[in-house]
């Protein structure tokens, strides 16, 4: 079974350009997550999707992120315009089911976002 | 609310030792509770999970970890530490129930350093 596929691998952009990240979730995961991993930190949830409809954005900083996940399967992530705090990895974790007691995430590799 | 608590930022233990990662939970309702394993550039791999199930949990790489609800904890332990061991180990708390959409909260993350 593939897993969780996320590009770029690895960007490097200016303070105030926009960057986009892209992820494939598992085959037949309803639900999907963007995570933002602050270097020394765990991971933090920007926002949750069930299918194409948004679950939860209460911690996405909504003025300069962006998320869609159009036709319900794959998802991008928008920062516009980025500033040095967002230099993070973000990463992108699939579920099959958010109603299942168990919850468990499907992790991809991340996209290390260095901003300079 | 939920929240985990890290008791350890760094472990070093020599190869061939017992390894123990504490970690304290807070929830309002009965939670559900993972470690995940971070190794560099690598993405989160679930090691195992308590789901009010049995209260001691094994998972992959001879990890178990013990639900104690009187004393809040989900410890992460193994009986011999192997070189490959060395990571990064989240504590992870998710509440499924109560309209919850299932939100994983990590905490701050033990670096786990194995001598040899």
């Known amino acids: 079974e593939a897993g969780v596929a996320q590009s770029p691998r690895y960007k490097i952009i200016e303070k105030r350009q926009s960057v986009a990240f892209w992820c494939n979730p598992i085959s037949g995961h309803a639900t999907l997550y963007w995570y933002q991993q602050i270097l020394g930190q765990g991971p933090k949830l920007l926002i949750q999707?069930?299918?194409?409809?948004?679950?939860?954005d209460s911690q996405l900083p909504k003025d300069r992120f962006s998320a869609e996940r159009l036709k319900g399967v794959d998802s991008t992530l928008k920062i516009q315009p980025a500033k040095l705090e967002d230099s993070a990895v973000y990463l992108c974790a699939s579920s099959l089911d958010n109603l299942a007691d168990s919850y468990e995430q499907y992790f991809g590799p991340g996209t290390r976002l260095t901003v300079t | 609310a939920q929240s985990v608590t890290q008791l350890d930022s760094h472990v070093s233990v020599s190869e061939g030792t017992p390894v123990l990662l504490r970690c304290n939970y807070s929830s309002s309702y009965s939670p559900s509770l993972f470690w995940y394993v971070q190794h560099p550039n690598k993405g989160l791999q679930l090691l195992l999970k308590y789901t009010s199930a049995a209260t001691l949990v094994k998972g992959i790489n001879g990890f178990e970890a013990e639900f104690k609800k009187s004393e809040t904890s989900f410890h992460l332990t193994k009986p011999s530490a192997h070189m490959s061991d060395a990571a990064e180990y989240f504590c992870?708390?998710?509440?499924?129930?109560?309209?919850?959409?299932?939100?994983?909260?990590f905490g701050q993350g033990t670096t786990l350093q194995v001598k040899p």
């Open positions: 999707f069930q299918n194409n409809g948004v679950v939860d």
């Open positions: 992870v708390v998710s509440s499924p129930f109560s309209g919850n959409t299932g939100k994983l909260i």
